[in-house]
C-alpha cells in the first residue's frame, strides 16, 4: 500500500492542463488546511498573549528564509538546470555546489541569529519585554531557526521535482507542512507547552523536505556537501535572484516592522493581525493567482509567437475578469467581516472581542485584494521574459506558473 502511494506521489505528469489541475485542487485544499490550523490556535489560545509570541517568533526565521533561500529557489534553479548543453553529470554537480553554499550561508546566519536572539528581539519587540514574555519569545525564536534550512532544501528539491514533471509532490508538500503545524497544536502543546507549537512547525517544515527526498534518491540528483565552488556560477544565479530576493526580503521586513509596531498595542494585536491576514490569502487565491495561473499559458504562447496584439488582448481581458470579481469580494469582505471571521475562527477561546478587532483588520486587509490579485498577474507578464531567454519547453512554463502557489500555501 505505501509502495503504490509512494508510486502514485513519484507519478510525472507531462499535460499542462493536468498540472495545472492537479496544482490548483491541492492549492485548494491547502487553504482548507491552512483555515483549520488557524482556527485550532483561535480555539486552543484566542487571541492573546501566547499568539502574540508565536506569531512573533516566526518573524527572524521567515526573513532568513525568504532573504536566503530566494536566492537559490526553483524559480531561477530550473532555467540553469534545464539547459540542454550540460549533461546530466553537469547538472548533478552543479546542484550540489548551489545545495552546499546554501547550505553552508543558511547555517551560518542561522546560528548567528540563535546567539543574538535575546538581544535582538528584545530590540525589535520592545512590547514582548516582560521576563516572561521574553524568555518564551527567544526559545520560540530558536526553535523556528531550523525551519528556514530545511524549507530552503525543500525549496531547490522543488526544482528537481518539477524538472521532472513530478507536480504531486510539489503540491502536496505544503499539505504536510500545514499538518505539522496541526499536529504541534493538537498532540505536541499539550506534552511539551508553547515550545511544542514551534516543534510543530519544525516537523512540518522536515515534512515538507521529506516528501520530495525519494525522487530525489529515484533520479539521482540527490545533493552532496561540497566545498569546492565555482564562484563564477554562483554569481550567474546570484545575479539573477538577487533582485528578486530583495523585493522578497522588503515585503518580510515590511512585516517585521508591523509586528514589532503591534507589539506596543494591547495584548493580542499581534495574533488579529496574522489571522485577518491569512483570512483575506483566501479570496486572493480564488481570484487573482487562479486567473494568474490559468492566464499564463495562453501569454506565454502569444508571447512566444510575437502575437503582439492578441497578447497585449489577452493582458485586458484577464486584468478586467480581476477586476470585475474582486470589487464584489472586497464588499463582501468589508460587509461581512464579523461573521466571516465568526464562521471561521469563532471558538473556545476566540471571544466576541476577539472577533472585533480581527474583523477591524480584515476589511482594511479586504482593499489590498484588487491591488494584489493584479500585482500577481503582472508577475506572471514579466515572467515572460525569462521563458523567450532560456527557451522553455510547455512543460516548464507550468513550473513557472507553481511559483504562484508558495503564497497559498506556505502561510509565511
Not at 193 to 220: D, T
Not at 319 to 325: E, L, S, T
Request: hydrophobic share 55%.
Amino acid at each position: 500500500m505505501v509502495g503504490r502511494i509512494l508510486i502514485l506521489f513519484q507519478r510525472e505528469v507531462r499535460g499542462l492542463h493536468e498540472a495545472a489541475y492537479l496544482l490548483g485542487v491541492f492549492a485548494l485544499l491547502s487553504q482548507l488546511l491552512a483555515l483549520l490550523r488557524d482556527r485550532l490556535l483561535a480555539y486552543h489560545f484566542g487571541a492573546g498573549e501566547t499568539l502574540d509570541i508565536y506569531y512573533a517568533a516566526f518573524r527572524i526565521p521567515d526573513l532568513i528564509f525568504v532573504s536566503i533561500a530566494s536566492l537559490v529557489s526553483l524559480y531561477v534553479l530550473i532555467p540553469f538546470l534545464s539547459d540542454q548543453t550540460r549533461s546530466k553529470e553537469e547538472q548533478r554537480l552543479f546542484l550540489d555546489r548551489i545545495t552546499s553554499f546554501f547550505t553552508v550561508c543558511v547555517v551560518a546566519i542561522s546560528v548567528v541569529a540563535f546567539i543574538a536572539a535575546p538581544a535582538l528581539l528584545q530590540a525589535l519587540f520592545p512590547g514582548l519585554a516582560s521576563p516572561g514574555e521574553s524568555s518564551e519569545l527567544v526559545l520560540l525564536t530558536r526553535i523556528l531557526l531550523l525551519q528556514p534550512i530545511f524549507l530552503g532544501l525543500s525549496n531547490i528539491a522543488a526544482s528537481i521535482t518539477q524538472l521532472h514533471g513530478r507536480f504531486l509532490l510539489y503540491a502536496v508538500s505544503p499539505l504536510f507542512y500545514n499538518a505539522g503545524i496541526i499536529i504541534g497544536v493538537v498532540f505536541l502543546y499539550p506534552l511539551l507547552g508553547v515550545p511544542g507549537l514551534a516543534y510543530g512547525v519544525v516537523g512540518g517544515a522536515f515534512l515538507h523536505l521529506a516528501v520530495q527526498l525519494p525522487s530525489l534518491i529515484k533520479s539521482g540528483f540527490l545533493p552532496r556537501l561540497t566545498l569546492t565552488w565555482k564562484f563564477f556560477e554562483l554569481r550567474r544565479v546570484l545575479a539573477l535572484s538577487f533582485p528578486r530576493a530583495l523585493a522578497l526580503s522588503a515585503n518580510q521586513i515590511a512585516l517585521l516592522f508591523l509586528t514589532a509596531h503591534a507589539s506596543l498595542m494591547e495584548s493580542g494585536s499581534i495574533a488579529a493581525f496574522n489571522f485577518s491576514f491569512n483570512l483575506q490569502s483566501v479570496p486572493l487565491s480564488v481570484i487573482g493567482v487562479s486567473y494568474s495561473v490559468a492566464a499564463f499559458p495562453t501569454l506565454a504562447r502569444l508571447f512566444g509567437n510575437g502575437e503582439r496584439a492578441q497578447f497585449l488582448a489577452h493582458i485586458t481581458t484577464a486584468a478586467r475578469h480581476i477586476i470585475f470579481w474582486s470589487l464584489p469580494s472586497v464588499v463582501l469582505c468589508i460587509v461581512l467581516r464579523a461573521q466571516i471571521v465568526r464562521v471561521v475562527l469563532g471558538s473556545g477561546e476566540f471571544d466576541w472581542s476577539d472577533t472585533r478587532i480581527t474583523a477591524a483588520a480584515l476589511a482594511l486587509f479586504a482593499v489590498s485584494l484588487l491591488p494584489k490579485g493584479l500585482c500577481f498577474f503582472l508577475c506572471a507578464v514579466f515572467m515572460l521574459r525569462e521563458i523567450l531567454v532560456y527557451r522553455l519547453s510547455s512543460t516548464l512554463l507550468v513550473s513557472f506558473s507553481c511559483r504562484f502557489y508558495v503564497f497559498l500555501s506556505s502561510g509565511i
